[in-house]
Each structure stands twice: as structure tokens, then as C-alpha cells.
């Protein structure tokens, strides 16, 4: 019996010790259960069964562009052409079945390749051509967005074939608590996870994004990491705008517009760093979940969309401040 208790006791402390870890390394959590607590008392129609299912499926899509975001971002670049990659992938996937007869599900393996493809000229313009991140990916935004109102004229693709839709409006064993964006966003998260934590890839990107010069002296193609990196962010927004097209019923030139600051601002809270090397995939799913939170209250009361604007930017401010203060204070150690 006392074996027994020692090993129970073992057991607890052991619990309580990874528990104070977790808790430690996601703080955020403490951030999101308060204002879930603030919001439930400033609107009855917060904790209300409909509104929450309406914020999963949100927070799903965003939180799969935040993943994407996590990669590049720990390799030491950033990706703000995202939003528009959901916009472009919406009206191509939609015209792929309704215009060209194409099968669902090759025309959702078709999206993800254009992702992909976006990605990758992402990656050729950053690693092979010098361009600076930030520069290449806001020339793909205008790329994207011109090409999707080219081929739109501004007008929405409609007429889905019914057996695709349940990616957006379905429920896994119709359960109303597992709506198919979340369950596809939770793969997303554990494959994600484990790639980046138990794979020779997720080393690489730490080690890249920490230090590119000196992985590249020993023996690692830093460049060949951050272009997957590149290509890895723009299937996940191509996988988001595939979702979003069939949460809509059809194809949007205005779809995803803005979703990639929101992806960042996630990720940032969530303690991905935009100097790289350093952050977690939970981390930008948890920060993802607090900004949708933060989008879904605002709206339940009724904040000008104007002003929603300007929260977030300040948030964006907060977030970058904070993660260069805690730069510097790690340099000073």
C-alpha cells in the first residue's frame, strides 16, 4: 500500500509540475479566460450556443493561416500575402468546379497546389533573389488581389456542388460542438506540432531562424528550410480559403481580406518571435483564439468595424514591443 501511495504521490506531482510548465509557457490562456469571463458579462449573447459554434468555425480558419504564419516566421521571414492567397484560392477552387466540372476533391488538391506554388515563388523571390520578406510578400498580396478581381470583375462564383460543403457548415458525426473547420484546424495543430518538435525540418527552422549563418556553416541549407517554410504557409492559407469557400457557398474576390494581419498578430501574442528562432504552434493557435475573441466581442457590441481596426493595430504595436523588449532582455543575460 505504501508502494502504491509513494507512486500516486509520484504521479500527482508530476502532473502538477508539467501543469505549472504548460501554464507557464502559455500564459495566454490566462489572458483568453478572462476575456471570455469580461465579454459573457457584457453580452448575454456571448456564451449562447449558436454564437459559439459561429466563433470556432472563425477562429478554425484563422488559426490554420497562424500555423502557416508560425513556420515562417520562426525561420526568420514573415508572409502577409496570405490573406490575399485565401481570396485568390476562393474564386479559382469555386471556378475549377462550377465552370470547369472539376471533381471536388481534385479541386481541393488543385488549391493547395496553387498555395504551394504561391509559397514557393514566395520563397525564390526571399532566398534566391535577396528581396527582403516583407517587400516580396506584399508584391504577392497585389498579385493575388489583382488576379483575383481580373477574373471575378468583382462577382462571386456561386452554384457548389453540394458533397463539398460540409467542409465549411458540416459537423464531424453531427456533433455540434465539432464543426469540420475545427477538426481540420486541430489536424493541422498536431501534425504541425509534431513536425516542428520531432522532426529533423522543425530543428533546422529553430536552428535557421536563430541563426542563419551559422547553421548554414554547419552543414544545414538554410535557404532550402525557409523556402519550405514559404511553401508550408501558402497551402495552409489556400487550405483556409477552401474552407471559407465552402462556409460561403461560393467563391469571394473579397475573401480572407485581411486575415493575414489577424494570423501575425495571433502568432505574436502567442509568442512567436518576428526576429525568428523562437515560438511554439500552440502558442500561435491559443494567440489566434484570443484575437477571434477579441473580433467575435466587438462585434456582439456592436464597435464599429473602424474601430475594431484600431484595436488591433494597437494590439500589433503591443505585441511587436513586447517581443523586442523581451529580445533585449535576453541579449542582456
Partial sequence: MSNEKTAEGRNSRKFLTGLKRFMSNYSIIYAIVILCVALSFASDKFLTAGNIIKLLRQVSMISIIAVG????????????????????????????????????????????????MIGMINGFIVTRLGIPA??????????????????????AISGLPEEILFLGNGYLFGIE??????????????????????????RYLYAV?????????SGINDKAIQSWSYVICGALASLAGVILTCRLESGQSNAGLGWE??????????????????????????GAILVGILTNGMTL??????????VKGLILIFAIGFDIYNIRRQNKK
Avoid at 209 to 217: D, F, R, T
Avoid at 261 to 272: T, Y
Fill in 69 to 116: 504564419s508560425y513556420f515562417v516566421m520562426v525561420s526568420g521571414g514573415i508572409d502577409i500575402s496570405t490573406g490575399a492567397n485565401v481570396g485568390l484560392t476562393s474564386v479559382l477552387f469555386s471556378m475549377l468546379m462550377v465552370n470547369g466540372g472539376v471533381h471536388p476533391a481534385l479541386a481541393v488538391v488543385l488549391a493547395l497546389c496553387l498555395g504551394a
Fill in 134 to 155: 516583407m517587400i516580396a510578400t506584399l508584391a504577392m498580396q497585389y498579385v493575388c488581389q489583382g488576379t483575383t478581381y481580373v477574373i471575378t470583375k468583382g462577382y
Fill in 177 to 202: 460542438l465539432l464543426p469540420w473547420p475545427v477538426v481540420i484546424m486541430l489536424l493541422v495543430v498536431i501534425v504541425a506540432h509534431f513536425v516542428s518538435q520531432r522532426t529533423k525540418f522543425g
Fill in 209 to 217: 531562424g536563430g541563426n542563419a549563418e551559422a547553421s548554414y556553416l
Fill in 261 to 286: 494581419f489577424e494570423a501575425i498578430i495571433g502568432a505574436i501574442i502567442g509568442g512567436v518571435s518576428l526576429s525568428g528562432g523562437r515560438g511554439r504552434v500552440f502558442g500561435a493557435l491559443l
Fill in 301 to 310: 457590441l456592436n464597435v464599429d468595424s473602424n474601430y475594431q481596426k484600431i
